[in-house]
């Protein structure tokens, strides 16, 4: 499933949504590594995304990852990882990744990513996409709140393993 091309932004640009391919794989793992630089909760390390990027991709049932793409190269991405959830008794995704090259920011490509997801997501019958976004940011927050997502009551907590 790919979404139609799209002229947003950069006049002539024509960009469309697709599912990635392993040949993506270095242009992936640079995206994550821009996005772990902006967040204070991690740091860029290449052996790991290529790690984290592989498994989704080698095992479908785990879940998808839809990039942005132009005719010469990939300008942002979102992770899809599935998981059930007993409270709503069905399959849902848990939104991550998502990242547009600096270049190609504040142009819609964005918005035009989570449309294809919210799509995706309702085409295969999940019943919720969850996400974090970062606490400092009021940019990130409002994008998806202009999205229709929602703040929740429950507070994110983790336990690092390694």
Excluded: C, W
Aim: charged share 25%.
């Amino acid at each position: 499933m790919a979404t139609p091309p799209a002229d947003l932004g950069t006049p002539g640009t024509t960009v469309r949504v697709e599912a990635v391919t392993i040949e993506d794989l270095p242009a992936l793992i640079e995206l994550v590594a821009e996005l772990m630089d902006l967040q204070g909760d991690f740091t860029p390390d290449h052996a790991a995304h290529d790690r984290g990027i592989r498994l989704v991709l080698e095992e479908p049932s785990r879940g998808r990852i839809f990039v942005l793409r132009t005719d010469d190269r990939i300008i942002g991405m979102v992770n899809l990882l599935f998981t059930i959830s007993t409270a709503v008794g069905g399959f849902v995704v848990l939104l991550e990744d998502v990242v547009i090259h600096p270049d190609h920011r504040n142009q819609g490509y964005g918005k035009l990513l989570i449309d294809h997801v919210i799509k995706f997501a309702k085409q295969k019958d999940f019943k919720r996409i969850t996400l974090l976004t970062d606490r400092m940011s009021a940019d990130s927050q409002n994008f998806f709140k202009e999205l229709g997502f929602e703040n929740s009551h429950l507070i994110p907590m983790r336990r690092l393993l390694d």
